[in-house]
């Protein structure tokens, strides 16, 4: 039999085996299906909700991402609704904390099955510090004081004491966004939406004046906007995806000039400038599909294509006479991912699944030679910009298969393999293999046991690629060889129709078996757990916890010798929390309780001889009880109080005043803290009708 | 007579995959639901609300499942009605008391094989779950309905604010993740697990949304997207090799608190080679050392760690 023909048998039996899996029962006839006794949502629904929040001794850390970081009332004031009409024609809006800076709002027009047109708004606050102080005015482009006292050493700063403002630090981002989506027939949509994003405020960032350095609250003025569109397609068993977007960024501040606070150690440096982040634009294209096949199996890939471009004007190489600026950047990254997946059940209580992706990343810039001045003072070495490249190829892939109702046996596991340029080590592969069984002791018990091993091996080490001055026993720990073994297990219990019990551990072990300085091991424990009680419909109660420990050893060295220093840090994290509703009649009661505990410890030194740091410790507590009652079928009102407290011990942050560092002018960011009380009442009223139902 | 090629041995061996999936599906027809037995319903979802008429249910009527306009759903003309999902149910219908004869039922008790339930999903829903058949929640055999509530108004899983509660009733090492102290805004509710990850399936590592890591995070964190001038390569590369994403006990979601992350990576000879021990803290009676070790650590002067524009950025001091 020759290849041609048996490539047509093949084509034949997969068309048939496709056609065998294809055909169905024919559908029957629904003319008649009116479903006179369906309540179709139709007419004008909608509830809006006014009241106060008010948060006492609130801070930045305490109002992060929700606004409330002021003790001050805040109005809370939500909204949502919508309306349809019989053809289908609908309007939807949902507005939330409209009286917070983390406000939110979604309105919506359109027609089922037609289209649907929206309009978005979100803001985020991000506030981290409100106690800050600097001696810096303008954050724009900060300035010190007229007549500033310029020293060695922070202690020499007579003027400092008495210059400090408080400076806040902390952004806002702020989201605006138009959606479309139209319904073309045939199975085809047609989607596109613009973005348009804002993130300002204030940054910390370290200015450094070779062995000195300044932190200053510098502003922050970013600007991206995104376009994306596209075409779906969604037929029987087969679905395909095309998608074009544009994401451009822009930067307000290219540079921002920064005086020195300190006696320059170059005459001419009173002055830094740094190079902040540059506008950039980021084209893609972005193809899936996917398709069902026979024997119940499922295939899909997705192959993508992005381009980032950046040529900002670049600065001079220094603030010093005479420095000019050493030429053009013409940035641009090819990013590249070809991937398929493939999932299948061929056999009754047998899975399969695999995927295939391949990513590169091709950096075309032009590399640049450029003579450095380091911090604007000192001359440095002439070095060319390196550019990054990598290939990746990842395979993975696993199977289950159930042997008995109560046992199924799996086995896995993946292996990535990168090729790098200008970095150390030209290739690392990574492995990873797993077994997992599947325990069903008794209908209401499952328990999941999943153990295997991972390695990684770097090879084409290049020792002249690593930094100038580098120790070439330096192991950079995403590059070197390294042994893992891990274990998981986890555990799910309805012992009644009532109450669930789950639990889930996982431990891992790392071995960076062939590393003299740098990472040399890591281990990881952790532990959780989730209890749950619903008596009846209303009332129900819940407890979780969890347990977490991570250890890491490290080795250093000064000169290319055996280790001379070690670090060992132990991080440990806990947390705990309860809670419960009650909804009867017209009351509706919920308690809630949260406790994290996390602590550090590292222990540094000349090995033989190590400290201990002061252990790093946060604690987080949180108590809510809330009570709504329904006043009428339409107004209800709410009371909420929430106690919430946090203390933080830090080293790095704690009694670190802008001159207790000789050479670190810093901003004194001291270490979170918060004890705040919370009461918020709210009344709700509910406008128009609900569709008719038996309860 | 010439050796078989590599084109031959597949040609040869493509027939016996092709007949052995014939078979397979076969057999997998012949042990599927007796379809010559199964019927719809003479009235459709009118026969089905006689009974099944209770408030919970009727949620549905305000979710896009719910919509007679729209042609593509169950309820729109044409249509399947409860039937579309629940499949025939003209003999559960007319079999009276406890010895109905079951339809499909969602949900991890239902009864129903997960993988019947989640088929009658995705018969309609490929567009969003292209990638679900080779995804970990398929694979670990997690049905729709463990994450999605088809009959209320409002499916948690879809709201940002209720959705990670969803997900953490699962995956419990996130739960209190959620309030460590540094954190993405979920507990917050600004921000879901879908924000990053693709709950059916993707091809990227870990189901992210896009294609890596360092695409991903730079889809938000746009300043870092570059190319820069001079590059910090492990930031090319991806940023969990610096940072937890799902929350961290060190500032900036850092896996460990410079200057002991840095020294992971860099020894070379200077300070980044020194030993910073305890007595190197302000007061401590060592050599001087606080300001690689307090306030920012490596970054009071590394400030441009990923990535700078500057000529002289080499150090990304500037």
Redesign the interface.
């Known amino acids: 039999m020759s290849?041609r023909t048996?490539?047509g048998?093949?084509i034949a039996?997969?068309l048939?085996?496709a056609a065998?899996?294809a055909?169905?029962?024919a559908?029957?006839d629904?003319?008649?299906?009116?479903?006179?006794?369906?309540?179709?949502?139709k007419g004008y629904v909608a509830e809006a909700t006014l009241g106060v929040i008010d948060p006492r001794q609130a801070n930045a850390t305490y109002g992060?991402?929700?606004g409330l970081d002021r003790s001050h009332l805040d109005a809370d004031v939500d909204a949502r609704g919508n309306w349809r009409d019989d053809?289908?024609?609908y309007a939807e809006y949902r507005l939330d904390d409209l009286g917070l800076d983390?406000r939110t709002g979604r309105v919506t027009y359109g027609?089922?099955?037609?289209f649907a047109v929206s309009l978005s708004y979100?803001g985020?606050p991000?506030r981290v510090y409100d106690t800050t102080v600097t001696p810096y005015t303008s954050a724009g482009s900060p300035t010190l004081p007229t007549g500033w006292v310029a020293a060695g050493a922070t202690a020499g700063m007579t003027d400092l004491a008495a210059s400090l403002a408080r400076v806040d630090v902390g952004t806002i981002r702020k989201t605006a966004g138009l959606d479309v989506r139209g319904?073309l027939g045939a199975g085809f949509?047609v989607f596109g939406s613009v973005t348009h994003e804002t993130k300002r405020g204030n940054d910390?960032?370290?200015?450094?004046f070779l062995v000195?350095?300044a932190?200053v609250a510098a502003a922050l003025d970013?600007q991206?906007d995104t376009v994306e569109a596209g075409l779906?397609w969604?037929?029987h068993?087969?679905?395909a995806?095309l998608a074009f977007s544009d994401?451009k960024?822009k930067?307000a501040w290219a540079a921002m000039g920064i005086q020195n606070p300190f006696l320059p150690l170059v005459p001419s440096a009173t002055r830094?400038?740094?190079?902040?982040?540059?506008d950039?634009d980021?084209r893609g294209v972005n193809l899936?599909?996917?398709s069902a096949l026979?024997?119940?199996?499922?295939?899909?890939?997705?192959l993508?294509y992005?381009e980032?471009r950046?040529d900002?004007a670049?600065?001079?190489?220094?603030t010093l006479p005479g420095a000019t600026?050493?030429g053009a950047?013409d940035?641009?990254?090819n990013?590249a991912?070809y991937?398929?997946?493939?999932?299948?059940?061929?056999?009754?209580g047998l899975?399969l699944?695999?995927?295939i992706?391949y990513?590169q990343?091709t950096?075309d810039?032009t590399p640049?030679t450029?003579a450095?001045?380091?911090?604007?003072e000192a001359p440095?070495a002439t070095?060319t910009?390196?550019?990054?490249n990598?290939d990746r190829l990842?395979l993975d892939g696993?199977a289950?298969y159930r042997l008995r109702k109560w046992l199924s046996v799996g086995i896995g596991g993946d292996r990535l393999n990168t090729d790098?340029t200008?970095?150390v080590a030209k290739r690392t592969e990574d492995g990873r293999s797993w077994v997992r069984l599947r325990l069903a002791p008794l209908e209401s018990l499952s328990i999941t046991l999943k153990g295997g091993a991972a390695h990684r091996d770097a090879s084409g080490i290049d020792l002249s690629l690593l930094?100038?001055?580098?120790?070439p026993?330096?192991s950079?720990?995403?590059l070197s060889n390294r042994d893992r073994d891990f274990f998981e297990a986890?555990a799910a219990w309805?012992p009644t129709e009532t109450v669930s019990v789950?639990?889930?551990s996982?431990l891992a072990n790392d071995d960076y078996r062939r590393s003299t300085?740098?990472?040399l091991s890591g281990h990881e424990r952790?532990i959780?757990?989730?209890l749950g009680w619903t008596p009846s419909d209303h009332l129900s109660f819940y407890a979780?916890?969890?347990y977490?420990k991570r250890d890491?050893l490290?080795d250093?060295?000064?000169?290319a010798a055996a280790a001379?220093?070690q670090?060992l840090?132990r991080?440990q994290?806990?947390?705990l929390?309860v809670g419960g509703r009650y909804a009867v009649k017209r009351w509706d009661f919920a308690v809630d309780y949260?406790h994290?505990l996390?602590t550090?410890n590292?222990t540094?030194?000349?090995i033989g001889t190590?400290?201990?740091?002061?252990e790093?410790r946060?604690r987080?507590d949180s108590a809510t009880f809330s009570v709504g009652y329904a006043l009428s079928t339409a107004l209800s009102v709410r009371l909420r109080y929430a106690y919430q407290n946090y203390a933080?011990d830090d080293?790095?942050?704690d009694?670190?005043g802008p001159a207790?560092?000789?050479?670190?002018l810093?901003?004194a960011?001291p270490a979170?803290a918060y004890n705040v009380n919370l009461l918020a009442l709210s009344f709700t009223y509910r406008f128009g009708e609900r569709?008719a139902?038996?309860? | 007579m010439r050796n078989p090629t590599i084109a031959d041995r597949w040609a040869h061996a493509m027939p016996t995959l092709a007949l052995t999936l014939l078979a397979w599906t076969a057999v997998q027809a012949a042990e599927g639901p007796d379809a010559a037995q199964a019927a719809y319903s003479r009235k459709g979802a009118d026969t089905c609300l006689g009974c099944h008429d209770d408030a919970a249910l009727m949620g549905i009527f305000r979710t896009p499942h719910g919509r007679p306009g729209d042609a593509r759903g169950p309820f729109g003309h044409g249509q399947l009605q409860c039937e579309a999902c629940h499949g025939p149910g003209d003999l559960h219908a007319r079999t009276k008391g406890d010895k109905k004869p079951p339809v499909i039922r969602f949900g991890r008790k239902a009864g129903t094989p997960v993988a019947v339930q989640n088929q009658q999903c995705l018969a309609c829903h490929r567009d969003t779950t292209a990638h679900w058949a080779g995804n970990a929640h398929a694979a670990n055999d997690v049905s729709c309905a463990d994450c999605h509530r088809s009959h209320t108004a409002e499916d948690p899983v879809r709201q940002v604010a209720s959705q990670p509660a969803v997900c953490v009733s699962c995956h419990l090492e996130q739960r209190g993740n959620l309030l460590k102290p540094s954190h993405h805004p979920l507990a917050e509710g600004r921000m879901g697990c879908t924000s990053c990850h693709a709950a059916h399936g993707s091809t990227a590592q870990a189901a992210l949304n896009k294609e890596t890591t360092t695409a991903l995070c730079t889809s938000c964190h746009t300043e870092y997207r570059g190319p820069f001038l001079w590059e910090h390569a492990p930031v090319t590369e991806d940023c969990a090799i610096c940072h937890e994403p799902h929350g961290s006990t060190q500032p900036a979601l850092l896996k460990t608190r410079p200057p002991f992350l840095c020294q992971q990576c860099h020894e070379a000879s200077g300070h980044p080679a020194a030993t910073y021990s305890p007595d190197r803290l302000p007061g401590g009676g060592g050599p001087p050392g606080g300001a690689y070790l307090v306030a920012g650590g490596c970054v009071n002067c590394h400030s441009q760690v990923h990535g700078s524009n500057h000529p002289s950025g080499s150090k990304l001091m500037r």
């Open positions: 290849s048996l490539l048998i093949t039996a997969l048939a085996a065998a899996q055909d169905e029962a559908p029957p629904t003319s008649n299906w009116k479903c006179e006794s369906c309540p179709f949502a992060r991402y929700t053809s289908g024609r983390s027609q089922d099955g037609k979100s985020l991000h319904v949509t910390i960032v370290g200015m450094p000195q350095s932190q970013y991206t779906a969604t037929g068993g087969a679905s995806r994401s960024f930067d830094g400038v740094l190079a902040l982040p540059p950039n980021a899936i599909a996917s026979p024997a119940n199996s499922s295939a899909s890939l997705s993508s992005t980032l950046q900002a670049l600065l001079p190489s220094s600026v050493p950047f940035g641009k990254v990013l991912h991937a398929a997946t493939l999932g299948s059940r061929p056999l009754n899975s699944h695999g995927r992706a990513d990343r950096d810039s640049l450029i450095q001045v380091i911090t604007d440095g070095l910009t390196p550019r990054y990598y990842r696993g289950d790098r200008m970095q930094p100038p001055n580098e120790n026993l330096m950079i720990f995403y986890d309805t789950g639990l889930k996982f300085l740098g990472l952790r959780d757990g989730t979780d916890g969890g977490q890491t490290q250093g060295a000064f000169s001379i220093w670090a840090i991080d994290y806990s947390n929390g949260s994290a996390s550090g590292s540094v030194g000349t190590l400290g201990s740091f002061p790093l946060t987080y933080s080293w790095a942050l009694n670190i207790t560092v000789p050479n670190l810093s901003l960011a979170s569709p139902a038996k309860d």
